[in-house]
């Protein structure tokens, strides 16, 4: 038991030390055209056909509808730069590969990785070779003749070798494959990202493989947010890494709790796609225009920041004694919210509750409480328009 006290302090106290990163670049919107399809619009924004179907519920058996539009997820949050800075880092959730110069992150590129069964070796290594026009040599186990440079090598025309027994990154004769767990354990990128990442590097560059399902970042504005990706070789190691994240974001004053239960329901969701850790943002709407970050779902249920009503005329006090925030109408009805750390949502405001004080569990989160929707606003008798589908919250 000391033992391991003792791992998860040096761990912890590993962790506070590195400051969480900033997410960089924009997710847009493709409208799907009638030449589209899940490979070709990947390959267009450099990213693998999974990713477009992770962030979009859509699938090769599912695929999009003309018309339709498609986040396409080029807003990451960047993993910690390699040693000394420069050279690459590839997330094997991901299935992304990061160039860094000088700390900042300059590229990332959708790659395929090994099998389960051949999985891409994770630790820290460095470029060993480089190739053009390969000749590929396969294993000896596979009883096949070495495939010389041209259309039916599954090495592309670009080599770059990372381990002494040939674990490489390289093109591919095959770009559909982008985005699976698919290789032998190398690393395969499409033909024009190959080509740009080979004039980048050199023999020596380190190149860090890591296995981060869970990846936690920081806005300007201090929310704290985190995308999470699949499990390709089964490791569980999501939840773990969660709680990790979250240590290090308490460390840094962030004012974050949640469950093991809370953690492991959101895991569930992993599209790739950056959301405040608190919940999934809700578009909350008002007749005086959008209110960002007003409104969340979480495996608790759906909540609504208490200010929001503020605006409109309640008000709302704190009971120290009684560790309660009271929300209360102008038409006298009120609304007693307790914090709790695990609380429970009811759907329906209980028969005959009428005008007496109605009791309701709440959240306190950044100094602010949040309270259930829709039942705060069925007990009010505010009218409001909710598509779940959508999450789009319209106060009327």
Same mark, same amino acid.
């Given at each position: 038991?000391?033992?391991?006290?003792?791992?998860?302090?040096?761990?912890?106290?590993?962790?506070?030390?590195?400051?969480?990163?900033?997410?960089?670049?924009?997710?847009?919107?493709?409208?799907?055209?009638?030449?589209?399809?899940?490979?070709?619009?990947?390959?267009?924004?450099?990213?693998?056909?999974?990713?477009?179907?992770?962030?979009?519920?859509?699938?090769?058996?599912?695929?999009?509808?003309?018309?339709?539009?498609?986040?396409?997820?080029?807003?990451?949050?960047?993993?910690?730069?390699?040693?000394?800075?420069?050279?690459?880092?590839?997330?094997?959730?991901?299935?992304?590969?990061?160039?860094?110069?000088?700390?900042?992150?300059?590229?990332?590129?959708?790659?395929?990785?090994?099998?389960?069964?051949?999985?891409?070796?994770?630790?820290?290594?460095?470029?060993?070779?480089?190739?053009?026009?390969?000749?590929?040599?396969?294993?000896?186990?596979?009883?096949?003749?070495?495939?010389?440079?041209?259309?039916?090598?599954?090495?592309?025309?670009?080599?770059?070798?990372?381990?002494?027994?040939?674990?490489?990154?390289?093109?591919?004769?095959?770009?559909?494959?982008?985005?699976?767990?698919?290789?032998?354990?190398?690393?395969?990128?499409?033909?024009?990202?190959?080509?740009?990442?080979?004039?980048?590097?050199?023999?020596?560059?380190?190149?860090?493989?890591?296995?981060?399902?869970?990846?936690?970042?920081?806005?300007?504005?201090?929310?704290?947010?985190?995308? %999470?990706? #699949?499990?390709?070789?089964?490791?569980?190691?999501?939840?773990?890494? $969660?709680? @990790? &994240?979250? *240590?290090?974001?308490?460390?840094?004053?962030?004012?974050?709790?949640?469950?093991?239960?809370?953690?492991?329901?959101?895991?569930?969701?992993?599209?790739?796609?950056?959301?405040?850790?608190?919940?999934?943002?809700?578009?909350?709407?008002?007749?005086?225009?959008?209110?960002?970050?007003?409104?969340?779902?979480?495996?608790?249920?759906?909540?609504?920041?208490?200010?929001?009503?503020?605006?409109?005329?309640?008000?709302?006090?704190?009971?120290?004694?009684?560790?309660?925030?009271?929300?209360?109408?102008?038409?006298?009805?009120?609304?007693? %919210?307790? #914090?709790?750390?695990?609380?429970?949502?009811?759907?329906?405001?209980? $028969?005959? @509750? &009428?005008? *007496?004080?109605?009791?309701?569990?709440?959240?306190?989160?950044?100094?602010?409480?949040?309270?259930?929707?829709?039942?705060?606003?069925?007990?009010?008798?505010?009218?409001?328009?909710?598509?779940?589908?959508?999450?789009?919250?319209?106060?009327?």
């Amino acid at each position: 038991m000391r033992i391991r006290l003792i791992f998860l302090l040096i761990l912890f106290l590993g962790v506070a030390a590195c400051a969480l990163p900033h997410p960089s670049g924009r997710d847009v919107i493709h409208e799907v055209t009638d030449k589209d399809t899940l490979y070709t619009i990947a390959r267009k924004y450099g990213l693998a056909p999974d990713h477009i179907m992770w962030a979009n519920h859509v699938s090769h058996k599912y695929p999009p509808r003309v018309g339709d539009k498609l986040i396409i997820p080029l807003r990451r949050i960047p993993p910690s730069p390699p040693p000394g800075g420069s050279g690459i880092v590839l997330n094997l959730p991901e299935r992304v590969l990061y160039l860094f110069k000088q700390g900042a992150m300059t590229k990332f590129y959708g790659v395929a990785i090994g099998e389960d069964i051949y999985p891409t070796p994770s630790g820290q290594f460095r470029i060993m070779a480089k190739e053009k026009n390969p000749t590929w040599e396969p294993p000896k186990w596979l009883e096949l003749k070495p495939i010389p440079p041209g259309p039916e090598n599954p090495l592309g025309d670009r080599w770059i070798q990372i381990t002494p027994n040939m674990v490489g990154i390289h093109g591919t004769n095959n770009p559909d494959s982008i985005g699976e767990v698919a290789s032998l354990g190398c690393v395969r990128l499409y033909p024009e990202a190959i080509h740009h990442l080979y004039d980048q590097v050199g023999v020596g560059t380190p190149v860090t493989i890591i296995y981060e399902q869970v990846r936690m970042g920081q806005e300007a504005d201090g929310t704290l947010v985190w995308s %999470v990706f #699949p499990d390709p070789y089964h490791k569980w190691a999501g939840p773990f890494q $969660a709680q @990790q &994240g979250l *240590a290090l974001a308490r460390a840094e004053g962030q004012d974050i709790v949640m469950t093991d239960f809370e953690v492991e329901e959101r895991l569930t969701e992993a599209r790739g796609l950056i959301h405040p850790v608190f919940g999934q943002p809700v578009t909350l709407l008002t007749e005086d225009g959008e209110v960002k970050n007003a409104a969340f779902l979480k495996p608790t249920g759906n909540w609504l920041d208490a200010s929001v009503l503020e605006a409109r005329g309640y008000k709302l006090s704190t009971d120290a004694k009684a560790k309660v925030v009271k929300v209360e109408a102008p038409a006298g009805k009120i609304l007693v %919210v307790k #914090p709790e750390k695990t609380p429970l949502n009811p759907s329906k405001v209980p $028969a005959g @509750q &009428g005008s *007496a004080p109605f009791h309701v569990d709440g959240h306190r989160w950044r100094g602010k409480v949040w309270i259930p929707f829709p039942l705060s606003l069925d007990y009010f008798g505010i009218r409001y328009e909710w598509d779940k589908k959508s999450s789009t919250l319209k106060l009327l």
